[in-house]
């Protein structure tokens, strides 16, 4: 199985600031990786797909990156709202599996 | 508007069996492959089993492989999820979700709201 490796997996972060978030692959997964936003009692959210690009209706603040086995993720000036649980994913091959997941909390 | 409602979801005691499901509207249902994704209390997203449109292709976790069956049908838009042999490790929130795109079957654009299963003595 491919082994999802995320970190940090929790951080103390501000309003306004740029937040970032690692995901490393076991192996080369090409560009097929996404990441989600989860808030506490409800389903995940899709937001980046492909590895970078943009859910629709997701706000640009949010952005991915990479391909093979290193990608980041990216908020750019972090809201109130954006306070949730961040997971990465793989789907390049079965089972597609999840990272541990990254935990912002304001500082 | 995409919607995907579990049920069937509850208390179960350890080696019991429970069957959970997830009604879909608002899309072809019969052209999307459909996953289960399951999370523990206080733990992360686990992915749980995949089924192709048609049920052609169906994976598992290893960790329920053998013991869980992932089925759909397609007249009634309808996808399930037998869980036999449970054991306390199995109690999570279980979510259904819905591929993106026609022959994708890797990212999940909607989701249910979860339903809850304990295995418990």
């Known amino acids: 199985d491919i082994q999802m490796t995320q970190s940090p997996s929790s951080l103390s972060t501000s309003v306004g600031d740029r937040v970032t978030i690692t995901c490393q692959a076991s192996?080369?997964?090409?560009?097929?990786l996404n990441w989600y936003k989860q808030k506490p009692g409800k389903a995940p959210n899709l937001l980046i797909y492909?590895?970078?690009n943009l859910e629709t209706g997701v706000p640009s603040r949010f952005s991915g990156s990479g391909s093979g086995t290193h990608f980041t993720f990216t908020i750019n000036s972090l809201r109130p709202e954006d306070i949730a649980t961040y997971y990465c994913?793989?789907?390049?091959?079965?089972?597609?599996?999840f990272g541990q997941g990254t935990k912002l909390e304001i500082k | 508007e995409v919607q995907l409602v579990e049920s069937g979801g509850g208390l179960v005691t350890p080696g019991g069996s429970l069957r959970v499901s997830c009604a879909a509207s608002?899309?072809?249902?019969?052209?999307?492959?459909m996953t289960w994704v399951r999370q523990a209390p206080g733990k992360g997203l686990e992915w749980v089993a995949y089924?192709?449109?048609?049920?052609?292709?169906?994976y598992y976790a290893d960790s329920v492989k053998g013991r869980f069956t992932i089925s759909r049908d397609n007249a009634n838009n309808s996808l399930f999820l037998q869980m036999n042999s449970l054991s306390v490790d199995d109690t999570a929130v279980y979510y259904c979700?819905?591929?993106?795109?026609?022959?994708?079957?890797?990212?999940?654009?909607?989701w249910g709201q979860g339903v809850l299963v304990t295995v418990s003595s």
């Open positions: 979700a819905k591929t993106q795109l026609v022959g994708n079957g890797g990212t999940f654009d909607h």
């Open positions: 608002g899309f072809m249902f019969n052209l999307y492959s």
């Open positions: 089924i192709s449109s048609s049920s052609t292709y169906i």
């Open positions: 192996q080369d997964i090409r560009n097929s």
């Open positions: 492909d590895a970078s």
């Open positions: 994913q793989q789907y390049d091959d079965f089972p597609h599996t």
